[in-house]
T-cell receptor, first 114, second 111 residues
Framework: NAGVTQTPKFQVLKTGQSMTLQCAQD?????MYWYRQDPGMGLRLIYY???????DKGEVPNGYNVSRLNKREFSLRLESAAPSQTSVYFC?????????????FGNGTRLTVT | GENVEQHPSTLSVQEGDSAVIKCTYS??????FPWYKQELGKGPQLIID?????GEKKDQRIAVTLNKTAKHFSLHITETQPEDSAVYFC??????????FGTGTSLTVIP
């Protein structure tokens, strides 16, 4: 039982390049989330998907797009990377919103944009 | 939206002592409060959570208290051990929908 799996673990991009961060969960969870973690800022929600087929913006969605490919997979795309997007990105899943169920996190993708 | 504040940002304690981390929240509709532990290079892991119909919850050396009137909740770790050294995050949520996190507390347990 792998839980939440994120790929890649590390990535270096040049300004303007694009990339997609992949996330998959094997817990049959309905809700999935993308967070970014910056020093002194805690975890900030980028986008979330309450259920398959739906996506919603979080606190800091600018510069990102998401796709809920199926129940298991939720990807995050940076179309034109900027240095301000240097961060650690975490994918999380939960059984369902509305049930007070906790988030389960992956181990993160460390992204550097030069 | 919800605003969660967490203090202190760093905390050092001697092994065997207790550690307390405090959080406040702004939205009285928040009703679910999980705590996460993050070790270096890993994602946050849930260690304990509390719902707003409960004032206190304990799990071995870890306890969480909630004061809904004052809108604050705290994590208590007793008999600290070196393996408790990590970054701890509190969070607040309305019905398990969007989660709002504090800025983290880096706990160091000195052997």
């Amino acid at each position: 039982n792998a839980g939440v799996t994120q790929t890649p673990k590390f990535q270096v991009l040049k300004t303007g390049q694009s990339m997609t961060l992949q996330c998959a969960q094997d817990m049959n969870h309905n809700s999935m989330y993308w967070y970014r973690q910056d020093p002194g800022m805690g975890l900030r929600l980028i986008y979330y998907s309450a259920s398959e087929g739906t996506t919603d913006k979080g606190e800091v969605p600018n510069g990102y797009n998401v796709s809920r490919l199926n129940k298991r997979e939720f990807s995050l795309r940076l179309e034109s990377a900027a240095p301000s997007q240097t961060s650690v990105y975490f994918c999380a899943s939960s059984e369902s919103g509305g049930l007070n169920s906790p988030l389960h996190f992956g181990n993160g993708t460390r992204l550097t944009v030069t | 939206g919800e605003n969660v504040e967490q203090h202190p940002s760093t905390l050092s304690v001697q092994e065997g002592d207790s550690a307390v981390i405090k959080c406040t929240y702004s939205d009285s509709a928040s009703n679910y409060f999980p705590w996460y532990k993050q070790e270096l290079g890993k994602g946050p892991q849930l260690i304990i959570d509390i719902r707003s119909n409960v004032g206190e919850k304990k799990d071995q050396r870890i306890a969480v208290t909630l004061n809904k009137t004052a809108k604050h909740f705290s994590l208590h770790i007793t008999e600290t051990q070196p393996e408790d050294s990590a970054v701890y995050f509190c969070a607040a949520s309305i019905m398990g929908n969007q989660f709002y996190f504090g800025t983290g507390t880096s706990l160091t347990v000195i052997p």
